[in-house]
């Protein structure tokens, strides 16, 4: 026994934390609340709940099953299970995926650093719509402020990394996790409780399956792709940290429950609360930093206070997890001091993140690239390595955690079927679709 034993989580609520925290972040909170009016209400949650089932678990039991079999990072695991061959190459793209998404992630992370601080200053009082918007915009011209709170955003992730597995990303996401569902749901009941909320209720609930087409199954499985942090090596690497008596298959499904209902909970938080106020839901970040502070402020100078606290840890749990993918990687592959990998990566992040703070063309070059090649790529062959070149038996032994789990036992011949086929072919369809 020369080599030191690696890290672990520590107890199952921890990996489970720490996985939901990966999962949950800026894409269940500004991504699926609006995707969901857009693509016809009920009807997508439906959709996306059904690709999250088919398409998106499966790929997640794939990465986990890689981590944790093999105790390594992306390329370490590739290589033990495909010796000699170039899968391991994936490697590199699931580095690069995981830098890019990190990068321009802690931008937006930053912004909300950036208006928690205004919400304790109570900035956000009497002004209206317009003014609002103009405090995103006038943050955004300036050069210094976004980067400031980049720095913020990003430091502070570094430095829960910089800590470690169990003691560093664990603590923080067993503590926190819990915290941000209480929050949410104090927004929850705020928002509908105020006058003229139904129609925002009304907004997630309404099915309208005439919007479900093409462009709204693609939107669907994309959000489930981003939302449970799929295709760059996130859930391997964490996956990697597991005790061994830890169970993927219960993991998995627990993380996906709480990640989906969260996203839930999430729309329940904003949308009222929008159509309360007699707006329109807009996309992206103008919802959330424009039309929310103030619509939030008027309820009271501590909602927007736990509004952008609630953004931030959830930002932050899931930038952990995309940091923690390079870290491994650096410690694992070339023999560094994690505190030296988190440095290193710590600045090369902030520099390419400065780089989308001042300039929205490389930032929405980074989330197209991101959303629609690393991960889609990565996601295909973490299925294809796990369904074609892993033996059946020893992906039921590990699935099944050496036949422990019965219930894993009962689900494995549909899971394997999923893993191989449908999958598979479901991302390159969708990846077609996207790119067309
Ligand atoms: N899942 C996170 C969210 O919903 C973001 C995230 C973390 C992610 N790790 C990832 C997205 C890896 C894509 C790939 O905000």
């Known amino acids: 026994m020369s080599e030191k034993a690696r890290e672990n989580f520590g107890s199952r609520f921890t990996v489970i934390m720490a996985l939901a925290g990966s999962a949950i972040g800026l894409g269940n909170i500004w991504r699926f609340p609006y995707m969901v009016g857009e693509h016809g209400g009920a009807a997508f949650i439906i959709i996306y709940v059904l690709c999250s089932l088919f398409i998106a678990l499966p790929i997640f039991f794939c990465e986990s099953i890689l981590g944790k079999s093999t105790g390594k990072d992306t390329f370490g695991a590739l290589e033990s299970v495909a010796p000699g061959t170039k899968w391991k190459n994936e490697g590199y793209i699931a580095l690069l995926g995981s830098f890019i998404i990190v990068s321009y992630y802690s931008v937006v992370g930053g912004w909300s650093v950036d208006f928690l601080i205004r919400s304790f200053m109570n900035d956000f009082k009497g002004e209206s719509l317009e003014e609002a918007a103009g405090v995103f915009h006038n943050m955004n011209a300036s050069v210094w402020e976004p980067i400031v709170s980049l720095t913020a955003f990003l430091g502070l992730t570094a430095a829960i990394v910089a800590i470690g597995i169990e003691k560093g990303i664990g603590r923080f996401a067993k503590v926190m996790m819990p915290l941000l569902f209480i929050m949410i749901v104090i927004i929850v009941v ?123 840890i959830a ?74 070149k892993m033996k059946k038996e020893d992906v039921r032994t590990q699935f099944t955690n050496y036949g422990t789990s019965h219930k894993a036992g009962a689900v494995f011949s549909v899971v394997w079927f999923l893993i191989r086929w449908i999958a598979p072919i479901g991302i390159v369809i969708i990846a077609i679709t996207n790119v067309l």
Request: net charge neutral.
């Open 190 to 312: 705020r928002s509908c409780t105020l006058p003229g909320a139904g129609k925002g209720i009304e907004y997630m609930l309404k099915p309208d399956f005439s919007k479900i087409d093409g462009p709204a199954i693609a939107a669907a499985l994309g959000q489930g792709f981003f939302s449970l942090s799929l295709g760059v090596g996130c859930v391997l690497t964490y996956s990697s940290y597991m005790r061994k008596e830890e169970n993927v298959f219960y993991t998995g499904v627990w993380t996906a429950i709480f990640d989906t209902f969260f996203a839930i909970l999430a729309g329940f938080a904003i949308m009222p609360a929008v159509f309360s106020a007699g707006l329109e839901p807009s996309a992206g970040p103008s919802l959330v930093y424009e039309t929310l502070p103030v619509i939030f402020s008027r309820m009271g100078p501590l909602v927007p206070i736990i509004f952008f606290l609630a953004i931030l």
């Open 315 to 388: 930002a932050v749990t899931s930038a952990m997890s995309m940091l923690e993918v390079l870290v491994t990687w650096l410690v694992d592959q070339k023999g560094l001091s994690r505190k030296k990998a988190t440095t290193l990566f710590f600045i090369a992040c902030w520099i390419v993140g400065c780089v989308c703070a001042v300039s929205p063309k490389v930032f929405s070059i980074c989330d197209f690239m991101s959303s629609n090649v690393f991960m889609m790529f990565g996601a295909l062959v973490f299925a294809l390595v796990v369904g074609w």
